[in-house]
Structure formats: C-alpha cells, structure tokens
C-alpha cells in the first residue's frame, strides 16, 4: 500500500437521550439561528433591515384584538387537525388524507345547511350537522382503513386519492348550489337568518370554536395516555407482531382509529364551514391536512405540545402574510422564511438524536 | 516479542466508543499467518465491534492497525480488501436468485472482464484446494444455510484474501457441518493464512484455534495458547469469576398430559408447507426440548399451539390441571385461548419484535397481559408497575428506572423482563424459543433455573434451543426437528450430540443436507 491514506475527519454517532432542558436548549438555539439565517436573506434579497421585518411580523400576528383573535381561530383550527390525525400516525397509520376528510365533514355541513336550514328547528339542524359531519369524515377515513386492514393496501396512496375525491365533490357541489345560479361560488350560506351557524358566545363569534379544540385537545391527551383504547394503538403502532401476540385484534384497532380520526376530521369541516366560513369552497381545508402532518409530528404525538407547535407555525403564517403585504414583496418570500425556519426546528432533532464527533488530526496521541 | 514480525494483523490500543457504551478499550492483540486465533467473549464484550474496525465497517477512535508490520489505516471495507481482508458476516450478503458463482464475482473487476464460466472454474479450483463441496451453478435460495456460508467464505478467498475474519460461524450449523467447516479452516491454516474466528462456544475454541484472546465487556483480558488452558480457565477468563457450569435435572414428578398436538400441517403465506404432519405431547413437571436446524419450523409450531398461526389440519389439545378438562386450541385466538382458562405463556424468539415493544418502559411491556382487566375504559398503571418492580428485583435487571424504555436495557436485562412477565402469569405451559440467545453466562444460567423451577412447580415446559449441550443438560426429551416434519424423539438423559445432529438433517425425502 503505497497510497496514503487519510481518515476521515468526523463521524456522525447516536447520543443517549438527553436531559430534556437540553433538547429544548437545542431547539431553541436552532429557531434563533433560523431567524439570523431569515435576517441575511432578507437583507440580502430585499434590502430591508431584517429587525423591522420581525417587527412587522410579530404585528402581524398580535398587532389589534381582530388579528389576536383569528390568530387563535387559525391556531384552533390547525389544532383540530392535528388532533385528528395523531392517533393514526401514532398507529404508523400514514393519513394524509385529512385534508379529504376535512372537506367531506364540511361538505355535509354545508348540505345540512343549505338543504335544511330554515326548515328544520336550529336544535335538530345543528344535531344533524354534528352526525352528517362526523359520519362522512369518519366515512372518507374508514374506506382506506378497511382495505390496509383486510388486503394491505398502502394507505398513503389511498388516502391522497381520496383527497381528491372529496376536492371535485364540492367543486361539483359547489357548481349545484351555486349562487347567483352558475357563478361557481356558493357565497355565505343562509346570511340573513343565520340558520346553522355557529352561535358566537359572548359576542365572540369564534369563541365556541375555540372551547371545542380546546375539549378535543383534552381528550385526545387523555386517551391516547389513559385509556385502554390509547394503549392498543401505541402497541399497533410500535408493532403489529406483538400485538397479535398479546391478542389483540389489529384490524379492529386500525378501523376503529381511523373511524375516531375521521370524525374528528369531520368536526373540523364542521367548525370551519359552520363556525368560520359560512360557505364551502374547494379550499376550505387550507392545506391543513397536510400542515397538520408536521404539527403532530413536531409536538411527538403529544396533544399539549400541539398546541404550541400549531401556535409557532400559525404565528409564522400570519406574519409571513404581513411583512409581504407591507414591505411591498412577492408573497412567495413569506414563504421562503417559513421554509426555513421549520428546516431548522426539524433539522434540530438530529442534533438532538445524534452528536458529531471530530477526529483528532494527529494520529496516536491520545486526547483526554 | 518474535510474534511482531511475522504478524499478520496487529492492533495497538483500539479504542472505540458508541455514545457512553465503550465497545472495545485499549485492546490490543495480534494474529500470525498460518494460525487461528479465536476471539472469545459473551456477547456485548466488543468482539464484533474490534473485527467490524479491521474490515472497515467502523473506524477506531483510538489506537492503531498494523498489517504486516505496517501502520494500515483502514477507512472503509474497501480499504480492508485492498489490505486483503475477507469478513464473513453472521448474517450472509448474498443475492437469492443468483447462482453462486454470480454472487462470487458480483462487483468485482477482474482482469479480463465478466466471464462465468472462467470465473466457475476458479471457483471450482479453490474449492478442490480447501475441500468446499460446492456447485458453483446452483441458485442460492436452493441452498442450505452451511452451502451459503462456503459461498460467502469462497468469494472472500477469490479476491485474493489471506486474511480472514469469521464472525460466529457456526451459529447456524449442525454438529457435522461444523467439523466440516473446521476441516476446511484447517486446511487454510496450513495454506499459510490467518484466521480469526469469533466464538463463545468453548468446546470449538479448544478444538480448533492455536491461540486464543478473550475479551470481557470491551476490555482485553488476555490471550493463552489452546494446547495449555481449559474450559474453566477460558470461563473464568469470559466472565471475571468462577461459574459452575452445571444444570440441576431433577426427575419430573407426576407428569401428566398437558398438551397434546395431532398431525398439525400448515403452510406459510407463500402456500409452502412448513409444518408437516406434526404429533407430540407435552407433560407436565418435565421440560420437552426441541432441536432442529434455525428455521426448520419451530417458529411456526409455537406460533401455531399459541393461536398466532392457522392451522392447515390437525388439533392442538389441552389438559386443565384440575380437571382434566380436555379442550382443542386449534383455529382459537390467543384471546379466546386466555378467556378458556388455558394458561399459555410464550417467550417468543424475537423478543422486541414480538415479546415486547422496544420503545415502552417496563411498566406498559408489563401490562401488555392485563391491561385489558377490569370493565374502566382506562388502564391501571398501579399492579403492571408493582410486577415491574418485583420482577427488577427478583431477577437483577439492570436498568435506571421503571420507565426506562425496554429497547434501551441490554439483552439479558430484555430477556428477563419477557420471563418475568411470562412466568408471573402463572402458567401451566410454557414455551420459550432461544431463550438464552445472545445471553451471557450468567444470565444464561438464570433462564435456564427459572425454568427448572418451572418444571418443578408442575409446568410443561417446551423449550426450542440451538445449543445442544445445553439441550442435553436441560431437557428431559429432546424432539427433533428437520423440515417441518418430527425426525425423532430422544430422552435427555441418554441421547449424544451426534445422534441428535443427524436426526437434524434427517428428511424422509430425497432432499438432505449435506
């Protein structure tokens, strides 16, 4: 062996699990490394000074009562996604369907809505809107459930297809109830009598809203921790073989989590079309199917830390949309700084998993 | 040392860490040319690891590789085959649908292009040499586990090696192919090549090797020439201190029928036959060993009496203790056979795959079996953690705390929180495959009393071992297994390795083993 040969400078290695004061540390230092990143792309592509952009950013999300309140609602939202797909992710169930589901649950409230509001007592409408909206979330969920349970199916194709479904539905619906007749445009359903809204409580329109996350968040928390339910789908979700060898049913586990998944999918599509939007349109969903993917995922499955990665990646949303608005910039450049904000939160969690280790370049001698 | 100058491989010093698990610390050892050494350790002493750093899958963090007196640095396997190098792994690295001489030649250059059949006759030459007996055009998934380790050993040889590294290699074999396989190292040796082989079996230690280094939770303890030690010494040496080696048979008392299979036949999902026409009984108060080649059917026949794999034909009948009840597991659900009374416990062969969840603490792989107690829609996470602790104390595990995820806990700590938590079921039958796989010493022995006790609290026993030493120390019959179909049934007491080894390969068929 003639050649010389040289060894490598660094390899990457697994850490033990951390303290968890020190994986914060790391995921705080990644977002403030994630801002210096944004601020140099600012300055370099806009010229601005990247203070008064975070600035404007930060108004944007909290500047007036109004916006702090859509945040919330926005925050909301996400969240009731987000809680709807955990347990199917934590049962290694890959639902990216919701976005499907979210719009088949608002495509029923929006039927009950504009086929039977005014027509039928507020109580037995609003009872008929929980169970149509529940029921076709639940519906949209369980077709792709079945088929993996039974024959295996991959459920990431299967649930995106259906997603597609769902869009030319309401477009197709959309056409049918469309009004003036042939606009395309549902517009607000029912603006004068208000029939199937959601009532505001205290003068707050979205306050309803938000208390119904709220109880969901709790709830979820508590049955996938407590519940013998939970139980089954962590042991489905870390492995089926030790599930059937404990005897527990997989296929009953898969289809009636994505039943639960789906439903609360549903009462998404319902919060948004009867508490939010008053109407139904190809985008009422907002991509939250698929956002919400990252949410749970950031959170670890954890409904309580949910909360606060729904709020990061709203917060960063609202004031993507603010600083493109004020500073006069394309709008793509919002998302050109969330991009890479979330880069480095998911980029954290290899700092946070693994360490690097750089070798000492003198060979034979020993460090301490 | 007269040894420097004529090693063949020399390592100075090799230190490596994972984390804070220190693999290998400061150990230093070297290999000559026409000799074999043997690396002896119980399992998780870094002897992979060490070997892992000559052939280039990992690099030391300290310390240095001398080959030939000359300071190697070797980065990657290629680097190591550069220094002709050759690993045989545990686990083969071979294209299935490939003939052996594809696989041989596979990403290799050679001078003169791809030309099979001049590559075959190469083969061919190399196996006269040593002794292989090989068909160099045979597919690979038409072979027996010992022809796919010649083919791997032969295609190391065929690129020139003269340093060869074997990593547990006769794990998978029987009695016969390992004196073949012995044969054939010997005649490398007296070719004029260095041979490692890494073991924790003793009886091939001292029948094969001329020198042997022991390593002992990544340290070197020393290395001894085989002509002047014993088993004892070597033990002493693995484990830090001295260990009798000696099960406790005890007669078994009053056994009665327990479990009663009947000319059980089932097929895998591919519709091949893996259990063939399959009878036997197990008693209680005496443990049934089964013997058989890894993979001959003995996942599928445990699988199959615990309700996890359909049935073809045949009945699975069970014996209540008390009443003498008889009542037929077969096509019942591992549930249904719980909610029966029939108290089953399986310690299965994959243990985080299967026996427990690798990423729960102790506490949830505790209440894997009772959680569904009780009409609350919650769990009780109170009596799962009081057996976890009892069962932490009763049998030593190691481990931080309670919530201390199983997958993160070694081997033998893994192994006793799945019999802790079968054993605290109280059953009346008890199956348990590999149990000791992977074990050290110690824990090994620990196993092997919990199911003496078993046994003698009048608990039939069914244990599906690969050691047949320890077969024969334990068992009361040993049922052996070739195929799919029962070759023999043999009393523990009286029976011989050898016996038992061609009762493994026996097939009443045309196809066998060679």
Avoid at chain 1, 254 to 281: E, F, K, N, P, Y
Avoid at chain 2, 124 to 148: C, N, R, T, W
Avoid at chain 2, 274 to 294: H, M, P, Q, W, Y
Wanted: aromatic share 8%; glycine share 8%.
């Amino acid at each position: 062996m003639s050649k010389k040969k040289h060894e490598p400078k660094f390899h990457i290695a697994k850490r033990d699990a951390l303290d968890w004061w020190k994986s914060w540390l790391i995921r705080i230092c990644a977002v403030a490394a994630a801002l210096i990143v944004c601020a140099l792309v600012t300055v370099v592509l806009t010229g601005e000074n990247p203070i008064g952009v975070y600035v404007k950013m930060f108004e944007g999300a909290f500047g007036t009562k109004r916006r702090i309140w859509s945040l919330v609602q926005n925050i909301a939202m996400l969240l009731c996604v987000s809680l709807a797909v955990t347990p199917a992710f934590k049962m290694r169930f890959w639902n990216i369907g919701a976005e499907g589901q979210v719009l088949a649950g608002g495509l029923a409230t929006a039927a009950c809505m504009i086929l039977f509001g005014n027509k039928l007592p507020s109580v037995a409408l609003y009872a008929l809107m929980i169970i149509t909206s529940c029921l076709a979330g639940a519906v949209w969920a369980v077709i792709p459930a079945f088929f993996r349970a039974n024959w295996k199916t991959n459920e990431t194709l299967f649930t995106l297809m259906m997603n597609y479904i769902a869009i030319q539905l309401v477009s197709y619906f959309t056409y049918i109830w469309s009004v003036p007749k042939g606009s395309g445009q549902i517009g607000v359903i029912n603006q004068s009598t208000r029939s199937g809204w959601m009532p505001s409580l205290g003068g707050y329109d979205y306050l309803l809203n938000i208390l119904v996350v709220a109880g969901l968040t709790v709830f979820m928390f508590v049955y996938l921790r407590s519940s013998k339910q939970g139980y089954e789908i962590s042991v489905v979700g870390e492995s089926e073989n030790t599930a059937r060898y404990v005897g527990i049913d997989v296929k009953k586990v898969i289809i009636r989590t994505m039943l639960l998944s789906g439903a609360i999918c549903g009462i998404a599509g319902l919060l948004l079309v009867s508490g939010t939007d008053h109407t139904i349109t190809r985008d009422t969903a907002a991509g939250r199917g698929f956002t919400a993917i990252m949410v749970s995922w950031l959170a670890k499955f954890n409904p309580l830390y949910m909360v606060l990665t729904s709020f990061l990646i709203v917060f960063l949303q609202k004031g993507a949309i603010e600083i493109s608005t004020t500073f006069g910039l394309n709008s793509s450049f919002s998302d050109i700084l969330t991009g890479i904000i979330i880069f480095f939160i998911i980029g954290s969690e290899f700092f946070i998993n693994y360490t690097i280790k750089v070798h000492n370049s003198k060979k034979g001698e020993k460090e301490s | 040392m007269e040894e420097q100058k004529n090693a063949a491989i020399e390592l100075r010093n090799i230190t490596k860490t994972f984390g804070k698990v220190v693999a290998n610390k400061n150990v230093s050892l070297c290999v000559n040319r026409g000799e074999i050494l043997s690396i002896l350790g119980e399992n998780g002493s870094g002897k992979t690891t060490l070997m892992n750093m000559i052939s280039g899958i990992y690099f030391p963090d300290e310390g240095q590789i001398f080959i030939d007196g000359k300071e190697a640095i070797i980065a990657s396997p290629k680097d190591a085959f550069d220094y002709k190098i050759g690993m045989i792994h545990q686990h083969f690295k071979l294209v299935d649908v490939f003939s052996a001489t594809e696989n041989i030649v596979l990403g290799f250059e050679e001078e003169g292009g791809y030309n099979i059949r001049r590559s075959a006759e190469r083969i061919l030459a190399i196996s006269e040499q040593y002794g292989f007996h090989l068909d160099p055009m045979k597919k690979v998934y038409e072979m027996s586990v010992s022809e796919k380790q010649m083919v791997e050993i032969i295609k190391v040889l065929y690129r020139g090696a003269d340093i060869l590294i074997l990593d547990e290699p006769t794990a998978v074999l029987t009695p016969q192919e390992t004196r073949n396989l012995f044969d054939i190292l010997r005649r490398m040796r007296e070719d004029g090549k260095a041979i490692v082989i890494i073991t924790h079996k003793l009886h091939e230690v001292l029948s094969l090797s001329d020198r042997v280094s022991v390593l002992r939770k990544g340290e070197y303890i020393g290395t001894v020439e085989t002509a002047k030690t014993n088993e004892a010494e070597l033990t002493e040496m693995m484990v830090g201190k001295k260990v009798s080696l000696n099960i406790e048979r005890s007669e078994p008392e009053n056994p009665k029928e327990r479990l009663v299979v009947r000319n059980v036949n089932c097929r895998d999902r591919n519709g091949v036959q893996i259990l063939k026409d399959v009878s036997f009984t197990a008693r209680s108060g005496e443990i049934l060993g089964i013997a058989g080649i890894a993979g001959s059917g003995q996942r599928e026949l445990l699988e199959a009496i615990a309700g996890l794999q359909a049935l073809q034909s045949g009945e699975i009948f069970y014996y209540d203790p008390e009443t003498g009840e008889e009542s037929n597991l077969r096509d019942k659900t591992p549930l249904q056979i719980r909610d029966m009374g029939v108290r089953l416990s399986f310690v299965p062969e994959d243990r985080l795959g299967m026996g427990l969840v690798g990423n729960m603490d102790i506490t949830d792989n505790m209440m894997l079996r009772s959680y569904r107690s009780g009409k609350s829609v919650f769990v009780k996470r109170k009596p799962p953690r009081d057996l976890a602790q009892h069962i932490i104390e009763q049998l030593d595990v190691v481990t931080p705390s309670v919530n201390t995820p199983v997958r993160r806990l070694s081997g033998g700590n893994v192994q006793k929180v799945l019999v802790g938590r079968e054993i605290a079921a109280s059953p009346t039958v008890l199956m348990a495959a590999y149990p000791v796989r992977g074990l050290d010493i110690n824990s090994s022995y620990l196993i092997y009393n919990l199911l003496n006790r078993q046994k003698k609290a009048g608990v039939a026993v069914i244990f599906v071992g690969e050691d047949l030493d320890v077969l024969l120390e334990l068992c009361d019959r040993i049922m052996v297994i070739g195929s799919g179909k029962i070759t023999g049934m043999v009393d523990g007491r009286t029976a011989t390795k050898e016996q038992i080894g061609l009762l493994m390969t026996k097939t009443d068929g045309g196809e066998t083993h060679e």
